[in-house]
């Protein structure tokens, strides 16, 4: 079955860099693009980064370009973030994402918080 399983979340001070890892299974990694989405308490969940299935072409959120990148390793299976110069309001619950043939799926979250 499909599992997306996020891990990297952590607390880390203002300004700080984390990296956050999808690794996914039961389906062809390769053949998806992939998202990673937040939610902040007393939010509604929000894109944060997508990556086409090959890696070539990704997007961001407004408020997160130039501070955070998506990328992906399909021989690993696995997508990243690399969240820089984190602020408070980037406290959240981060998800990662497949739109699959059959509908979508996410992982159970990794909570980062920012706060010094």
């Known amino acids: 079955q499909v599992q997306l399983v996020e891990s990297g979340g952590g607390l880390v001070q203002p300004g700080g860099s984390l990296r956050l890892s999808c690794a996914a299974s039961?389906?062809?990694?390769?053949?998806?693009?992939m998202s990673w989405y937040r939610q902040a308490p007393g939010k509604e969940r929000e894109l944060v980064a997508a990556i086409t299935s090959a890696g070539g072409s990704t997007n961001y959120a407004d408020s997160m370009k130039g501070r955070f990148t998506i990328s992906r390793d399909n021989a690993k299976n696995t997508v990243y973030l690399q969240m820089n110069s984190l602020k408070p309001e980037d406290t959240a619950v981060y998800y990662c994402?497949?739109?699959?043939?059959?509908?979508?799926?996410w992982g159970k979250g990794t909570l980062v918080t920012v706060s010094s």
């Open positions: 994402n497949a739109q699959l043939w059959d509908g979508d799926y």
């Open positions: 039961g389906f062809t990694f390769s053949s998806y693009a």
